[in-house]
Nanobody, 113 residues
């Protein structure tokens, strides 16, 4: 069964950093166009950052200049570097492959002192 697997979540203090990782598991497929989503408690899932096949990147306004999405195509892995984190960044972070519509199960990120 093919799935995407996120890792790297955890508890971080406000102002701190985390790096999330997303990679396929269960099958070999190359994924190029993907998005990182966040679902805060009691809220809808929202797109945080995305990268398309040509490398074009978009960020939600709330994370621009603090988050960085990147790819390591040799490892078939995507990353989300999150800096200067804020309490409103708390939630479950999911990765999503735009071409296959695969979702990961999410990784919890909590920003709290």
């Amino acid at each position: 069964q093919v799935q995407l697997v996120e890792s790297g979540g955890g508890l971080v203090q406000p102002g701190g950093s985390l790096r999330l990782t997303c990679a396929p598991s269960g099958s070999i497929f190359n994924f190029y166009a993907m998005g990182w989503y966040r679902q805060a408690p009691g809220k809808q899932r929202e797109l945080v950052a995305s990268i398309n096949r040509s490398g074009r990147i978009n960020y939600a306004e709330s994370v621009e200049d603090r988050f960085t999405i990147s790819s390591d195509n040799a490892k078939n892995t995507k990353y989300l570097q999150m800096n200067s984190m804020k309490p409103e960044g708390t939630g479950v972070y999911y990765c999503h492959d735009q071409e296959t519509n695969y979702w990961g199960r999410g990784t919890q990120v909590t920003v709290d002192s």
